[in-house]
Nanobody
Framework: VQLQASGGGLVQAGGSLRLSCAASGSSSRINVMGWYRQAPGKQREFVAT???????NYADSVKARFTISRDNAKNTVDLQMNSLKAGDTAVYYCGAGPYSGTTYWGKGTLVTVSS
């Protein structure tokens, strides 16, 4: 399974960005897809995940600001990020797995929020 993320960039605080991730290869094996992020000097952290059936989880820090969505037919997962804060600055990674965890990782896409 290969994951290709896109959509990062530079945005002012309070602005919005949309990240997209497309899975290819043996994507029928995938149950959960999601997003993780790693800020400078910090460990990678969970942002949001969505299962094939539509079950969604968010990190508390992004609830009510970020929305994850998925298109099972296209094997894509998107992350709509609104009301961005400087603390959201990080490299965002798309992840996927056959069960509840993350087995496959894409290359990250940088999101920079200027204050």
């Amino acid at each position: 399974v290969q994951l290709q993320a896109s959509g990062g960039g530079l945005v002012q605080a309070g602005g919005s960005l949309r990240l997209s991730c497309a899975a290819s290869g043996s994507s029928s094996r995938i149950n959960v897809m999601g997003w993780y992020r790693q800020a400078p000097g910090k460990q990678r952290e969970f942002v949001a995940t969505i299962t094939r059936a539509g079950g969604i989880n968010y990190a508390d820090s992004v609830k009510a600001r970020f929305t994850i969505s998925r298109d099972n037919a296209k094997n894509t997962v998107d992350l709509q990020m609104n009301s961005l804060k400087a603390g959201d600055t990080a490299v965002y990674y798309c992840g996927a797995g056959p069960y509840s965890g993350t087995t496959y990782w894409g290359k990250g896409t940088l999101v920079t929020v200027s204050s």
